[in-house]
């Protein structure tokens, strides 16, 4: 077995490859490796890039990359990929040493181009990420709906990973993921995993959605809902007893709600906030920011390991009770925030109280601190807080600062 519990073979479902790694892309992924990157950009006749925990950096040594070698990495990973009518492509893949990437293969003015994104080499506890332990909770419910949210690259798909691994281990259900790609490679453990790849296995999400509700499903991860479709079907299997799991990309939590209503047509925006009233479990927000604190930098530190995660999960987390459930509702979704700053007890808290813990810990400065909040007075209120042994913040120190690697989506 390679990492992250997945089978050996080199290319995972959707990307059928017909040969062996280009022992060129095998460099460059080692170099991704080896420099701890989030990211490897291939731009036909330009250097090749990586993102290290941020800004992107050419790869010196590196000349730029040919026509001819990015038609051969184009071959390996997307051998379908029609280089005179199609325009981009997703896939994922194991390199030759195991490490997961998933890739978008896309046209350009002046040629082709390929993103790579490297995925965690295992499951992650909560604690790793940085996130509240409460959030286990939501793999025991019966069904409902969980949504996560942020930006690209803020850790969405590992933090579903890891709520899935942790149902997977724990609980003899049935459960179905419909990604695009397919990234973390679940083997059934005490559950039935069955993942399906848009593409390959199904024309769209929505598709896929419809048919898994034929499939007798406990749980349902899917990877991202955007359109009306697929959200009303996400709502309609959690309300048949399903417990769904999907990501949004919104800036927080009450954006978040406030999308999944907007893309319907006004006059069906009530019905659909009477039923995400009724199915949704939790919200979460995450966001990565750079670990530019003194205790992240430190040079003494004991932990080789953590000297090399440089950068750190900011979350916000609404668990939907009752009186949260009546907000979303009554469209007053922006009092959600006042919930959100109480209800510490339950694993909820705003960006700024997680904010001002991360800040207090030494792990981010006060002016990545203040940059990341939409509300910096409340960050320092909530610092004082916290430094000063006061007890109106519900941020705590109840969990570890989940320092983690590069940029991850």
């Known amino acids: 077995m390679s990492k992250a519990g ?49 800004p992107l950096q050419r790869i010196g040594c590196q000349p730029p990359t040919e026509r001819a070698l990015m038609l051969e990495i184009v071959r390996f990973l997307r051998p379908s990929f029609d280089i005179e009518t199609a325009g981009s492509a997703d896939g994922s893949f194991s390199a030759p040493d195991g490490t997961r990437f998933r890739f978008n293969i896309y046209q350009r003015a002046g040629g082709l181009a390929i993103a790579l994104r490297r995925l965690e080499d295992r499951f992650r506890s909560l604690s790793e990420l940085g996130l509240p332990e409460e959030l286990y909770n939501l793999c025991d419910l019966p069904y409902g709906l969980v949504v996560v949210s942020g930006a690209t690259g803020a850790g969405k798909s590992t933090t579903l990973a890891t709520l899935i691994d942790r149902i997977n281990r724990q609980h003899p259900c049935h459960i179905i993921t419909i990604e695009d790609p397919v990234e973390y490679v679940h083997q059934s453990a005490k559950a039935l995993v069955n993942q399906r790849e848009v593409g390959p296995h199904a024309g769209s999400f929505n598709e896929a959605l419809v048919a898994s509700l034929r499939q007798d499903p406990d749980v349902i991860l899917v990877g991202e809902i955007r359109d009306a479709n697929t959200i009303r079907t996400a709502i309609t299997a959690a ?30 925006q009530d019905a659909i906030r009477q039923q995400l009233a009724l199915v949704l479990r939790a919200v979460v927000n995450q966001r990565l920011l750079v670990a530019d604190g003194d205790a992240a930098i430190a040079h003494d530190s004991n932990s080789p390991e953590e000297k090399r995660h440089t950068r750190v999960v900011a979350s916000e987390v609404v668990m939907v009770t009752q009186a949260v459930s009546h907000l979303i509702l009554s469209s007053r979704s922006a009092q959600i925030y006042s919930a959100m700053e109480s209800g510490g007890s339950l694993g909820m808290q705003t960006l700024e109280q997680d904010l001002a813990r991360l800040w207090a810990k030494g792990v981010i400065s006060e002016r990545t601190a203040i940059a990341a909040a939409k509300r910096g007075e409340i960050v320092r209120e909530r610092y004082d807080d916290l430094v000063g042994g006061g007890t109106t913040s519900q941020a705590g120190n109840r969990r570890p600062t989940g320092r983690t690697k590069g940029g991850r989506s």
């Open 6 to 54: 997945q089978p050996d073979h080199t290319i995972e479902p959707g990307s059928q490859s017909n040969g062996q790694c280009p022992k060129e892309l095998a460099v460059l992924l080692a170099d991704c490796v080896r420099h701890d990157a989030s990211d490897l950009h291939l731009i036909e006749g330009h250097t090749p890039c990586l993102r290290v925990h941020g």
């Open 239 to 268: 309300e048949t007893g399903h417990l769904v799991f999907t990501t949004v990309h919104a800036s927080d939590c009450v954006s978040t709600v406030e999308r999944m209503v907007g893309v319907f047509p006004a006059d069906e």
